[in-house]
């Protein structure tokens, strides 16, 4: 059984960045897909980023240029680098991790996923 534990969240101003790490124990990310999605109150869930297990990307069009997805086998974690918030990027933000071989546009689909992490929450504000 995969677990995942988010980490990094915290209270940033507007047009600052926060890293979050998302670390895995009895799995290998580089088996997996890996994606962040994120939920604000009273909003639904939402695709934020996601890498394949061949390193290929994704990224949801309203972090587009300023998040980036990243995966260090070393340490078995994988990153998402937050820059430029503003206060709509305040959310729960949380790791997901699934098997196969997905087209990149599929990493969007929640259902796809496997495990989850609990999530960490990012504060943005203006």
């Known amino acids: 059984q995969v677990q995942l534990v988010e980490s990094g969240g915290g209270l940033v101003q507007a047009g600052g960045s926060l890293r979050l790490s998302c670390a895995a124990s009895?799995?290998?990310?580089?088996?997996?897909?890996v994606g962040w999605f994120r939920q604000a109150p009273g909003k639904e869930r939402e695709f934020v980023a996601g890498?394949?297990?061949?390193?290929?990307?994704l990224y949801g069009d309203s972090v587009k240029g300023r998040f980036a997805i990243s995966r260090d086998n070393a340490r078995n974690t994988v990153s998402l680098q937050m820059n430029s918030l503003n206060a709509e990027d305040t959310a729960v933000y949380f790791c997901?991790?699934?098997?196969?071989?997905?087209?990149?546009?599929?990493?969007?689909?929640?259902?796809?996923?496997?495990?989850w992490g609990q999530g960490t929450q990012v504060t943005v504000s203006s």
């Open positions: 997901a991790a699934g098997r196969g071989s997905w087209s990149t546009s599929s990493f969007q689909y929640e259902y796809l996923y496997d495990y």
């Open positions: 890498l394949s297990r061949k390193s290929n990307t």
């Open positions: 009895g799995g290998t990310f580089s088996d997996y897909n």
